[in-house]
């Protein structure tokens, strides 16, 4: 089999074949490969929010009170909506995942859309606490930070509460543009999807979006609590 | 090598490789996880001092963080397949939890140890308070 072309199985139904990459000896090997790549690259997006974890362990040690009369200026309502919506995106894309591995076409489709959108609702979340910081004077970088005090009397007399508003920024900000990048990545897959490229013979990329996803959705999962829900 | 690779289904020069299995979950399995993440999630914002008024004292971070933690461990074992994965898969994800730990346990070890490490040395922080000049 040294030079035959190696295709992995095609189900009924107008999808496409997968060929094997030349330099691969089996569809196993290849997806195997290209799984566990994915996963040395979710190790380093740890460590990228793992610094700024640490950052934040470190200065709420320091600086108690600046990060709880800080956090209480966040809507723990939104920021609870928002859990809701991402941990609904990750229960979606896992199912999208599965309709992939059992040659369910349309399903694939549905599942991702409503995992984008999801993710869609995420985002204007995020857009409505973000202007509303801006508003009234609160962002991130020294020359935005302005308070008024009528909206954050209680940052008054706080020890650097630009600190705790810089890591939410910062943290919520990476986290965000994370969402973003996966709603391109997932709508391409939908776009992909309907084409039929993606069935149980081969789904690397649906696979390794959803991973990407359901890490989009871990980060949260600690950002919540640590952000909106401050002892 | 060809493990797996079923030559009787070739045409000519291509062979059709039957060789990747993967587990699928079932929808009741993703269903049932999704519905304990949203109650832990609630769990989260019920016990939290700020919405319920519950004093805990240092427990409370401690309580959040264990919540997170075994909602961000349902996550990774069954939306993420995890428990169904690779050894190799499971050690490049996990092992960069471990590694994190460390990052964590020295970044606590370097403050709490600070008073006992430079007793006198150490010059106080003058805390600048916002709207102070």
Redesign the interface.
């Known amino acids: 089999?040294g030079?035959?072309?190696?295709?992995?199985?095609t189900p009924q139904g107008g999808f496409q074949t997968h060929t094997?990459a030349h330099h691969f000896?089996?569809?196993?090997?290849e997806?195997?490969s290209a799984?566990?790549a994915f996963?040395?690259f979710?190790?380093?997006e740890?460590?990228l929010f793992?610094?700024l974890?640490?950052a934040y362990?470190?200065f709420h040690?320091?600086y108690p009170e600046t990060f709880q009369k800080g956090?209480?200026l966040l809507d723990?309502k939104l920021g609870?909506l928002n859990?809701?919506l991402l941990?609904?995106s990750?229960?979606t894309?896992?199912?999208g995942v599965?309709a992939s591995?059992?040659s369910q076409r349309k399903p694939l489709v549905w599942w991702l859309v409503l995992t984008v959108i999801c993710a869609a609702g995420f985002m204007v979340v995020k857009y409505i606490e973000y202007s509303t910081k801006y508003h009234h004077g609160i962002f991130a970088f020294t020359g935005l930070f302005s308070p008024d005090d009528h909206y954050a009397p209680d940052?008054?007399?706080?020890?650097?509460?630009q600190l705790y508003f810089n890591l939410y920024f910062t943290m919520t900000g990476i986290h965000g543009l994370h969402v973003l990048i996966g709603m391109i990545a997932i709508a391409w897959l939908i776009w992909r999807g309907a084409q039929g490229r993606f069935h149980s013979?081969w789904y690397t990329p649906v696979e390794l979006v959803?991973?990407y996803w359901?890490v989009v959705?871990?980060i949260w999962?600690?950002l919540?609590?640590?952000l909106y829900?401050?002892? | 090598m060809a493990h797996g690779t079923d030559t009787s289904h070739g045409h000519g020069d291509t062979v059709v490789d039957h060789s990747h299995h993967a587990h699928v979950c079932s929808f009741q399995a993703f269903f049932g996880i999704y519905v304990v993440l949203l109650f832990l999630t609630f769990v989260t914002v019920a016990i939290a001092e700020p919405v319920s008024g519950l004093h805990l004292g240092s427990a409370s971070m401690l309580v959040a963080m264990a919540v997170a933690a075994v909602k961000a461990s349902l996550v990774m074992t069954v939306f993420m397949h995890l428990r169904w994965d690779t050894a190799m898969n499971n050690l490049a994800f996990l092992g960069s939890l471990i590694f994190l730990s460390l990052l964590f346990l020295f970044t606590l070890a370097d403050h709490s140890t600070r008073q006992v490490a430079d007793p006198i040395g150490g010059t106080p922080v003058d805390v600048k308070r916002f709207g102070e000049n």
Do not use: C, N
């Open positions: 089999m030079h035959s072309t190696i295709v992995t199985p094997v000896k089996t569809a196993e090997q997806f195997q799984k566990l996963w040395l979710l190790a380093t740890v460590m793992g610094g974890f640490a362990i470190y040690d320091v956090g209480a723990w609870a859990t809701g941990l609904t990750s229960w894309m896992a199912m599965r591995q059992l940052l008054m007399g706080l020890a650097y509460p013979g959803g991973l359901h959705d871990l999962i600690f919540f609590p640590l829900l401050v002892p």
